[in-house]
């Protein structure tokens, strides 16, 4: 995701900023910038690629340096990654400027507003719409930038985290804070302050630091203290001033041990994230252009083709599940390495979904290079914002998980399923599958899924006592029907890449054409066995792994009674509609995974014999 740093005070501020940017690295990015104030004017250096090419870039085009600066690292969400589309961004005066991480909903609405009073627009960006609105306040209010700051926030819809800087008051600036993080570290005596999206790029200067709460704002200048004010009523706060104790390493994974379990626990976020902006509960309405734009299509399509390959696969399948049940169109699952050489039927009308992260995988790519060959339409489902998939696809959607930097990938499954059911459910309505009653029942459940995600995230220490109990197993069997079928094979893929023990995913029923004749004592079986969609036939089922003596770990419903008192160990996820349980069951089987592979001393975010991304055959 993206990273801001920024320094006021008595120190050259430009290699505090690009050491600031390199120590943000690790949050991934497409683009870098900084703007530097040297006592007359803005100097603005920005470029897709690296902190090093901004580095080289700014050797030929910024001469000065100053005591005040910015810099960011950006994570594309509107605008590909370009020059241009990276920040800082400038107001149409270049009196002011801002940098952003985060998402304005509602900037177009805003931005066309703005083009009606004459302003123009050199990026894509959502961020330059907010640091126009922001310089029309002050012009139009004749306030000062804090206030005109405040003002503008309270019209934009979205999250952020902003620092905007007016040249013509250049002994300050204004942070403010929704949903994106921004630490405030405190210099002796107020003599300079840092700004950065967590503290590493000032911890070895100050360990005193203000983390701003969402809904509030700043105003920092020399030789004063901190004025923090909340954004939606400019009343002041008392903030806490924490002294810190994270080292480097702890901060940049948000004080968890493992990149890995920072991100599941970014779960929640990341789906609020996918579906901000797009699912409108109130209104009813689905919003997503790579769909609307191309509805006719959708609804003609006789057949959906998904196209991925491992975890990507699995929601590719439970996507198979959701578009046949709620809009009963047709769907089979590829994988991109089988589907690009088998020399495939496909018709004019069929639409091809490339389901991938990285939106990088080699087979997934060659895949729907083959497909569009042959005719179809290809609709890209990636993480990464203007990667290959992406840019090869004919449209497309974002999950919005922000950079997944452990190999094993969690939240990119958790948003692939958020946004692949959004789309099921916009199709559904379309072609009058899912009554309007129905329709806005999904949605209501959709939007308490994030909430429930983050209850379900306290059982850790309830499931890391059940690993310690099977760290040594030598094989183990995951069990699912239905929706859950998918979540079994990604609940032994998961333990398979980052503890190394073999397991096997199967439909729960398939245990009697075969994998039956493995259970013994010494086979743990997990078995997800939620009470929906044919949970009596999951319970026979763990009746015949109970007489042979299978050791059972089962994920149930909340309040189930009937498997708690046959299973060895139950964990309970909260009640949701069946299509939804995906989201949920996956959750204790990433940590299950997690904590054995911890136990085994493995290398959880970078397993033996993996890459993230797999860009070659
Ligand atoms: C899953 O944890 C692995 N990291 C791997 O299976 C991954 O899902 C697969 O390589 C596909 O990657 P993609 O989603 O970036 O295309």
């Known amino acids: 995701m993206c990273g801001i740093t920024g320094y006021i005070g008595y120190r050259d501020a430009h290699p505090i900023i690009i050491n600031g940017l390199k120590r943000l690295e690790y949050r991934g990015y497409d683009s870098a910038g900084l703007i530097l104030y040297d006592g007359k004017e803005l100097k603005m250096s920005k470029t897709k690629g690296k902190v090093s090419d901004l580095e080289k870039r700014i050797k030929k085009e910024i001469t000065t340096t100053g005591n005040i600066g910015f810099g960011h690292t950006r994570w594309a969400t509107h605008g590909v990654p370009n020059d241009v589309n990276s920040h800082p961004h400038f107001s149409e005066s270049e009196n002011l400027v801002i940098i952003h991480n985060g998402i304005i909903e509602n900037y177009d609405t805003i931005k066309i507003e703005l083009i009606n009073r004459g302003y123009t627009f050199k990026s894509d960006t959502d961020t330059e719409v907010l640091i126009n609105l922001i310089e029309e306040i002050k012009k139009t209010e004749n306030v000062k930038l804090g206030k005109a700051v405040q003002l503008a926030l309270n ?49 070895e200067y100050t ?262 109990e099977y760290k040594d197993a030598k094989n183990m069997l995951y069990l699912g029907r239905g929706f859950n079928f998918p979540v079994a094979l990604e609940g032994a893929l998961k333990l398979k890449e980052i503890s190394y023990i073999h397991a096997e995913g199967y439909p729960a029923a398939e245990m009697k054409h075969g994998p039956i004749a493995l259970i013994d004592e010494n086979m743990p079986i997990v078995v997800i066995a939620t009470n929906k969609g044919h949970y009596e036939k999951v319970v026979s089922n763990i009746q015949e792994i109970k007489a042979r003596k299978g050791k059972i770990i089962a994920i149930v419903t909340e309040g189930d009674t009937t498997v708690k008192g046959i299973a060895d160990h139950v964990i309970e996820v909260p009640e949701t509609i069946e299509a939804f349980t995906p989201l949920l069951t996956t959750i204790p089987l990433q940590l299950f995974s997690y904590h054995i592979a911890v136990m085994l001393e493995r290398n959880v975010d970078q397993p033996r014999n993996l890459a993230k991304s797999v860009t070659v055959e």
């Not at 620092?163 to 107020?190: C, H, M, Q, W």
């Not at 191309?294 to 609804?299: D, I, T, V």
């Not at 057949?303 to 709620?326: K, N, P, Q």
């Open 155 to 203: 019209q934009v819809i979205g999250a952020y985290a902003i620092v905007v800087f007016d040249k013509t008051k250049p002994d300050e600036f204004v942070v403010a804070r929704l949903g994106s993080p921004i630490a405030i570290g405190i210099g002796e005596d107020n003599k300079e302050f840092f700004i950065a999206s967590d503290a590493s790029p000032f911890i």
């Open 207 to 468: 360990k005193n630091c203000v983390y701003l709460e969402d809904g509030e704002m700043a105003v920092i200048k020399i030789d004063r203290e901190i004025k923090v004010r909340k954004i939606q009523d400019d009343s002041l706060v008392d903030p806490d001033i924490l002294q810190l104790k994270l080292n480097l390493e702890q901060i940049e994974k948000g004080g968890y041990d493992h990149f890995m379990l920072k991100e599941i626990h970014e779960q929640p976020k990341a789906i609020i994230d996918t579906f901000r902006g797009r699912m409108l509960v109130n209104e009813g309405l689905i919003r997503m252009a790579g769909v609307d734009d191309n509805m006719q299509k959708f609804l003609n399509a006789k057949r959906i083709i998904i196209v991925a390959c491992g975890t990507s696969w699995h929601a590719g399948l439970v996507a198979e599940y959701l578009f046949e049940d709620i809009a009963r169109i047709p769907v089979e699952v590829e994988y991109g390495s089988e589907f690009r050489y088998r020399n495939p039927i496909i018709n004019k009308d069929d639409i091809v979904i490339a389901i991938s992260q990285s939106g990088e995988t080699a087979d997934t790519l060659a895949a729907i290079k083959m497909a569009k060959e042959k005719g179809a339409f290809v609709f890209g489902v990636c993480n990464v914002v203007g990667s290959s998939i992406a840019r090869e696809a004919h449209a497309g959607a974002y999950t919005h998980a922000g950079p997944e930097i452990g190999v094993a990938s969690t939240k990119a499954f958790t948003t692939q399923i958020t946004l692949l059911s959004l789309i099921a459910l916009k199709l559904g309505l379309a072609n009058g599958n899912v009554s309007k009653t129905d329709y806005h029942s999904y949605l209501q459940e959709m939007e308490l899924i994030p909430k429930k995600v983050e209850s379900l995230l306290e059982i850790n220490d309830k499931v890391k006592y059940i690993a310690s």
